[in-house]
Antibody, heavy 117, light 110 residues
Framework: QVQLVQSGAEVKKPGASVKVSCKAS????????ISWVRQAPGQGLEWMGW????????NYAQKLQGRVTMTTDTSTSTAYMELRSLRSDDTAVYYC??????????WGQGTLVTVSS | QSALTQPASVSGSPGQSITISCTGT?????????VSWYQQHPGKAPKLMIY???KRPSGVSNRFSGSKSGNTASLTISGLQAEDEADYYC??????????FGGGTKLTVL
């Protein structure tokens, strides 16, 4: 069965970076893309960006351009999302989700990233 | 791009039907038949309920249905049950490998 398993919770200081992983299993990793979606406490879902697991092409949400990098390791079927220059409003649960055009049919369990001094 | 517009909250009694709207633009909802809907219970990851506007994934109750007209998509839940109480989000493909979510709607089953 398809599974996306994410890395554990992180606590970071303002200005630091965080890298969240998402290990896929149960399907051919390179046949789909991975999107990252975040949810601040008590808020809605925000699309952050997409990466093709086939060729590494990416597209990031405009508001995160320059601070976010998404990568994949096809040898381990793992996707990564790195967010730099963290601010308090980056505190959120970060989800990875499998996607092929649309929709996001399988989601990871979420990773809480807390940014606090 | 701007978030899709959803009502903040809707409510209904058990057995009733409710509809949640999702309004976008001609650049997203109006351009693609790629609207999806997600159900999210507190503390849980979103779950896909409707895709490509009106299709249901395997295992999703046929009480859930979707439609689209112009720049507005809708999710209808018939025969409301207590377990349907959750947050619901619409999402549309917006071209060039980008997506946009709605702000979310809290469904309360009275």
């Amino acid at each position: 069965q398809v599974q996306l398993v994410q890395s554990g919770a992180e606590v970071k200081k303002p200005g630091a970076s965080v890298k969240v992983s998402c290990k896929a299993s149960g399907y051919t990793f390179t046949s789909y893309g991975i999107s990252w979606v975040r949810q601040a406490p008590g808020q809605g879902l925000e699309w952050m960006g997409w990466i093709s697991a086939y060729n590494g092409n990416t597209n990031y949400a405009q508001k995160l351009q320059g601070r976010v990098t998404m990568t994949t390791d096809t040898s381990t079927s793992t996707a990564y999302m790195e967010l730099r220059s963290l601010r308090s409003d980056d505190t959120a649960v970060y989800y990875c989700a499998r996607v092929l055009m649309a929709p996001f049919d399988y989601w990871g369990q979420g990773t809480l990233v807390t940014v606090s001094s | 791009q701007s978030a899709l517009t959803q009502p903040a909250s809707v409510s209904g009694s058990p057995g009733q039907s409710i509809t949640i709207s999702c309004t976008g633009t001609s650049s997203d909802v109006g351009s693609y038949n790629l609207v999806s809907w997600y159900q999210q219970h507190p503390g849980k990851a979103p779950k896909l309920m409707i895709y490509e506007g009106s299709k249901r994934p395997s295992g999703v109750s046929n009480r859930f249905s979707g439609s689209k007209s112009g720049n507005t998509a809708s999710l209808t839940i018939s025969g409301l049950q207590a377990e349907d109480e959750a947050d619901y989000y619409c999402c549309s493909y917006a071209g060039s490998s980008s997506w946009v979510f709605g702000g979310g709607t809290k469904l309360t089953v009275l």
